[in-house]
Nanobody, 129 residues
């Protein structure tokens, strides 16, 4: 069983920064992929970023490219999402997620929420204008 706990959310003004953390227990991140998703009120859950150190790739949604950075600290079994130049449209609940196996993200499926099997409870990010 994998438990994921997000933290670091909060209220920030437009142009500000936040760093989200996703701490895992029950499984190591070292051979896995971890994704960040977000969901705004009345909208579907959308992909933000994903990282796999073992496979050597990182992907970002176009809407956050150049502003957000995903990273991982395997020693702490934690994945981070550094968010800079925040905009009001970034307001959402942010979730981290892990698939059962790296193979589930093959063929470009890394952006599909259905391919991830374990989810955290989410952390609220609110960006004021």
């Amino acid at each position: 069983q994998v438990q994921l706990v997000e933290s670091g959310g909060g209220l920030v003004q437009a142009g500000g920064s936040l760093r989200l953390s996703c701490a895992a227990s029950g499984r190591s991140f070292s051979g896995q992929a971890t994704g960040w998703f977000r969901q705004a009120p009345g909208k579907e859950r959308e992909f933000v970023a994903v990282i796999s150190r073992s496979a050597g790739w990182i992907y970002y949604a176009d809407s956050v490219k150049g502003r957000f950075t995903i990273s991982t600290d395997n020693a702490k079994n934690t994945v981070y999402l550094q968010m800079n130049s925040l905009k009001p449209e970034d307001t959402a609940i942010y979730y981290c997620a892990v698939p059962l196996s790296l193979g589930r993200l093959d063929h470009g499926n890394y952006f599909r929420p259905a391919k991830y099997d374990y989810w955290g409870q989410g952390t609220q990010v609110t960006v004021s204008s």
